[in-house]
């Protein structure tokens, strides 16, 4: 055969400005040197004023946060940036030479997640540009409800007419529901045939919507529609979400041609519905137990080489997101290492000014990419193609053989009900007992973020990963829309992270030969997060308390220790505003999608006016409350004095930095004071944690009074 000239199918960049930053982190790193310099000679100065407590204190936390900082350097250092080159990818693979792509969606429960949703998932990933006897979608669905069912045997059906008229009309996004709002925000298409179609897509899914919602409504799938399917009968042995068979059928598969042709008579995707077996008395590891089962029924029906996963709550926003990941699988030189490929998940939900920050900029936009500049980006748990090979078990060991196609000789020659009963063991809850899965095989079991120790585990197999973050966002998902799940979502992440910390693949002690220094760190920097709290809480508290009393922790103004302070306060201040504001702009405010059947309604009012929602009396609520009053106390006490009391000003040049921590403390809390004593909405803090906040903040700044 010739040879011809080479081209990569990706290409990687280095971030614009790295020389710069590195100059900066060293300044950094240096004043950081300097500031715990003069807190350990200060101890023993201050130890002689018999108040070591408080400079011990700081000193803890300034050590911690230096480190902090150290490591989080490591997913800064190297940004990388990746471009795949797509109409490579087709100049070199025919169609039916590219492998098969098995994409998941897993869903839990109908209440929160209404099957509208989730089938407005399942269409927009099912319509892919992609070869459709190529692709396969499976639904988990871990309430087995058979409104799910329901709802996607109507997809299934309304898919005949949708994913034409996407091809059709090259209609983007593929989510029905994502393409009727952006419709309405735009103009409408000008093309006569469009418009008639689209007219008569709109009225289909206007009804199947109907009827969905109308099942849901009455609790249950109406019985003409139920003797229409066998699949009902499925639901004849269920008794409760906790107690019931595997459900599985396949709704699309090229096995019935009859009913797996679209109106134009092309095939369409396999499309299948899976409920795992659950019984009470066994473990089912939640989302990573689904995953598990999905990847070895897969195995079975369709045992594509890659493997999409994506959660019920986003849809895919743009059609080419396959042919995108697979120009870094496909790559022949650097392609064979890469285990997964991790798409960052996106948020359509958000408010203008992100009000809970739900976007998370940092990491999407520059930690990940530092990440993936050491080896490897984490695995997040939802926009990922793995390699199913890695995510089975398989070892990289210098070259893996890059044969795409072989996937179809494992799938005997069954029809479709023999399929679907050999299925059903391969989903059964006792299928795991004694084997390696959730242990060396498929997703691991046992932490809160069962997908970044499943990534780092895949990594410590030698495989490496790439972030891909394309400007146009490939997955539109929904933020959470209230303060408290932001923070019940915050402490599940840190304590998940700290978990892996102790666990058997911990970056800090356990060997895991094949992940760089860099990328350990970054993992570190994760794992530590739920420990930051303990510093945090110290400066929070101690430099408020020893303002009210009268002891200085920070250098004077005209010292020259100020320096140093004042640098790293400068410096990371205006870092990491730049990382937002440059990112930020990216964020969409696009027509809200608000469905008051998921949300109060004026809840959802106060969410869209960035009215923080706090409602309920949650302790971290109270905590919040009496570090927020704690220090609005500190700082009325000390203006009063600043302004009553002869040579009151002199006194605070000394302590200029703490009158400043403690006013920048009460200014990020407003939103707290706010929901305290000014707002009357059902959103604000309730009164219980008001009382509570106010004793507990009162009574520290009288003990302390007459204790210090
Ligand atoms: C989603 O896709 C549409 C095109 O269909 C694009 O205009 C929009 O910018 C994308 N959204 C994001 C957040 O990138
Ligand atoms: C945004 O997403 C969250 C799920 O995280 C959901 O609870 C909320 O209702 C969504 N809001 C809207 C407006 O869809």
């Not at 949703?117 to 070869?131: E, G, R």
């Not at 979608?137 to 309430?143: E, G, K, P």
């Not at 794992?527 to 922790?553: K, Q």
């Amino acid at each position: 055969m010739e040879r011809r000239e080479y081209y990569s199918l990706f290409e990687t960049t280095r971030a614009r400005g790295w020389l710069i930053y590195r100059v900066f982190a060293i300044f950094m790193f240096v004043a950081i040197c300097f500031i715990w310099f003069y807190r350990l000679s200060n101890i023993t100065i201050n130890g002689e004023d018999g108040k070591p407590w408080a400079s011990l204190g700081l000193f803890g936390a300034e050590l911690w946060f230096g480190l902090s900082w150290l490591f989080s350097q490591a997913l800064r250092w190297n940004l990388v940036f990746r471009k795949p080159f797509k109409s490579r990818l087709s100049q070199r693979y025919e169609e039916m030479n590219l492998p098969g792509v098995d994409i998941y969606v897993c869903t839990a429960d109908p209440d929160i997640e209404p099957p509208i949703m989730v089938i407005n998932t399942v269409l927009s990933v099912m319509a892919y540009d992609y070869p459709v006897e190529k692709l396969s979608v499976y639904l988990s669905d871990d309430a087995a409800s058979d409104i799910t069912f329901y709802a996607l045997l109507e997809a299934s059906t309304f898919a005949k007419h949708w994913l034409p008229f996407c091809k059709r009309f090259e209609v983007e996004p593929r989510s029905p529901l994502a393409y009727f709002n952006t419709l309405a925000s735009k103009t409408y298409p000008h093309h006569h045939n469009h418009a008639k179609d689209l007219e008569a897509i709109k009225k289909l899914y206007e009804n199947m919507k109907i009827r969905i919602e109308d099942a849901a409504k009455l609790g249950g799938v109406p019985k003409e529609t139920r003797s229409k399917h066998s699949g009902f009968s499925l639901w004849d042995s269920y008794t409760s979400r906790r107690d019931h068979n595997t459900i599985i059928q396949i709704l699309l598969h090229e096995k019935d041609p009859q009913n797996s042709k679209d109106v134009d008579g092309f095939n369409l995707p396999t499309l299948v519905y899976l409920a795992r077996e659950k019984r009470p008395q066994h473990h089912h590891n939640f989302k990573a137990g689904a995953m598990n089962a999905l990847i070895r029924v897969s195995s079975k029906i369709s045992n594509a080489k890659v493997i999409l996963n994506v959660d019920c709550d986003m849809y895919s926003n743009s059609s080419q997101s396959v042919k995108d990941a697979l120009c870094f699988f496909m790559d022949e030189e650097k392609g064979q290492e890469i285990a997964f490929v991790q798409f960052p998940q996106s948020f359509e939900n958000v408010t203008k000014n992100d009000l809970y920050g739900s976007s998370l900029i940092p990491v999407t936009e520059v930690e990940l990419h530092g990440a993936d500049g050491y080896g490897g980006p984490l695995y997040i748990g939802t926009c990922c193609f793995h390699r199913r090979d890695a995510l089975c078990g398989k070892k990289y060991n210098g070259r893996s053989t890059n044969d795409w196609m072989s996937e179809n000789s494992h799938v005997i020659e069954t029809n479709l009900q023999e399929l679907e009963e050999q299925s059903k063991a391969l989903a059964c809850s006792t299928y795991e007992e004694n084997t390696l899965w959730g242990k060396e095989m498929g997703l691991r079991y046992g932490c809160l973020v069962e997908d970044v120790i499943t990534g780092l585990s895949i990594q410590s197999q030698g495989w490496k990963s790439v972030y891909y973050n394309p400007t146009r966002k490939a997955f539109l998902g929904l933020a959470p829309t209230t303060l408290l799940q932001t923070l019940v979502q915050h402490k599940r992440w840190a304590e998940g992270e700290l978990q892996i910390l102790f666990s058997n693949y911990s970056p800090a002690w356990c060997s895991l030969r094949s992940i760089s220094l860099g990328l350990r760190m970054g993992y570190l920097h994760y794992n530590l997060w739920a420990t930051t709290c303990f510093p945090t809480l110290c400066y929070s508290i101690i430099p408020s308390l020893c303002l009210l009393v009268g002891i200085p922790l920070f250098p004077k103004i005209y010292s020259p220790w100020f320096i140093p302070f004042a640098f790293v306060i400068l410096g990371e201040s205006i870092h990491n505003l730049s990382e937002f504001l440059i990112f930020g702009g990216t964020i969409q405010d696009s027509p809200f999608i608000i469905t008051a059947k998921f949300m109060d309604e004026d809840v959802s009012q106060r969410y869209e006016k960035e009215v923080m929602e706090f409602g309920a009396s949650s302790p971290l609520f109270t905590v919040l409350a009496t570090l927020a009053v704690f220090n609005l106390f500190c700082l009325l006490a000390t203006l009063k004095e600043l302004v009553l009391s002869e040579g009151g000003v002199r006194a605070y040049e000394e302590m200029l930095l703490q009158v400043l921590l403690c006013g920048f403390l009460v200014f990020i809390n407003v939103p707290i004071y706010q929901g305290l004593f000014l707002r009357k909405d059902k959103g604000s803090l309730p009164t219980s944690v008001a009382i509570k906040s106010i004793a507990l903040a009162l009574s520290a700044c009288v003990l302390s009074k007459i204790f210090i």
